[in-house]
């Protein structure tokens, strides 16, 4: 093959359509429709992953269908904004409440102790609730926990973990706060069953 001189045009490339831009050498060639069709499924497919995964956690709660007296479950959140709540054992570890009542609509519960949960109908926190639940601390006489003070954060912990602030010892059939320590955050619930549970500073307790 003859070199052209220096400076004139290199021949024409009979297999390039006239008007053609020749690509520079080493960038990357053009998509064809194919790769592009392809590119756009796998988005599609990516961004279904991704719906399902933000509602995994509203899946779980209703997939464990509505509480009933005597059913446990957990908070992840507990505000005047949202709630969401999750169903599980009670003898399951992450098992923070025992709903003790459930009540229709707007409800009190019988006793200030209780952590009052109001269920609506939808998704939005709208309009009147159709449920209010009753739920009092699942914990058993031994146990330890963090975060004694938030509704929705509180968990039991072993008693060993730096970060337990309290151990549990539960007073069965009673209802007096006089059973706990002077230093003891009292929880008294009307039941059924009765109880009361001292929740036991952080120290030797512990």
Same mark, same amino acid.
């Given at each position: 093959?003859?070199?052209?001189?220096? %400076?004139?045009?290199?021949?024409?490339?009979?297999?390039? $359509?006239?008007?053609?831009?020749?690509?520079?050498?080493?960038?990357?060639?053009?998509?064809?429709? /194919?790769?592009?069709?392809?590119?756009?499924?796998?988005?599609?497919?990516?961004?279904?992953?991704?719906?399902?995964?933000?509602?995994?956690?509203?899946?779980?709660?209703?997939?464990?269908?509505?509480?009933?007296?005597?059913?446990?479950?957990?908070?992840?959140?507990?505000?005047?904004?949202?709630?969401?709540?999750?169903?599980?054992?009670?003898?399951?570890?992450?098992?923070?409440?025992?709903?003790?009542?459930?009540?229709?609509?707007?409800?009190?519960?019988? %006793?200030?102790?209780?952590?009052?949960?109001?269920?609506?109908?939808?998704?939005?926190?709208?309009?009147? $609730?159709?449920?209010?639940?009753?739920?009092?601390?699942?914990?058993?006489?031994?146990? +330890?926990?963090?975060?004694?003070?938030?509704?929705?954060?509180?968990?039991?912990?072993?008693?060993?973990?730096?970060?337990?602030?309290?151990?549990?010892?539960?007073?069965?059939?009673?209802?007096?706060?006089?059973?706990?320590?002077?230093?003891?955050?009292?929880?008294?619930?009307?039941?059924?069953?009765?109880? /009361?549970? +001292?929740?036991?500073?952080?120290?030797?307790?512990?």
């Amino acid at each position: 093959m003859t070199t052209p001189p220096f %400076g004139a045009p290199p021949a024409a490339n009979p297999f390039q $359509p006239p008007g053609a831009v020749p690509p520079r050498p080493g960038a990357p060639r053009p998509l064809s429709s /194919t790769a592009k069709v392809l590119i756009a499924a796998g988005i599609v497919v990516a961004l279904g992953v991704g719906v399902l995964a933000a509602f995994g956690v509203g899946a779980i709660a209703r997939s464990s269908g509505t509480p009933v007296a005597g059913s446990c479950l957990y908070l992840s959140e507990a505000s005047a904004s949202t709630q969401s709540y999750h169903g599980v054992g009670c003898s399951e570890q992450r098992a923070t409440y025992r709903v003790d009542d459930v009540e229709g609509g707007t409800s009190s519960c019988h %006793g200030g102790d209780y952590v009052r949960f109001q269920l609506f109908r939808g998704a939005s926190r709208t309009g009147t $609730p159709s449920q209010t639940l009753c739920l009092a601390l699942n914990v058993s006489s031994g146990e +330890c926990l963090r975060d004694v003070d938030d509704d929705a954060e509180i968990s039991k912990v072993t008693c060993s973990d730096p970060d337990a602030e309290a151990r549990a010892v539960v007073h069965q059939g009673q209802s007096d706060e006089d059973s706990c320590g002077a230093d003891d955050e009292v929880r008294v619930y009307s039941g059924p069953p009765e109880r /009361t549970v +001292c929740l036991q500073p952080a120290g030797e307790n512990i």
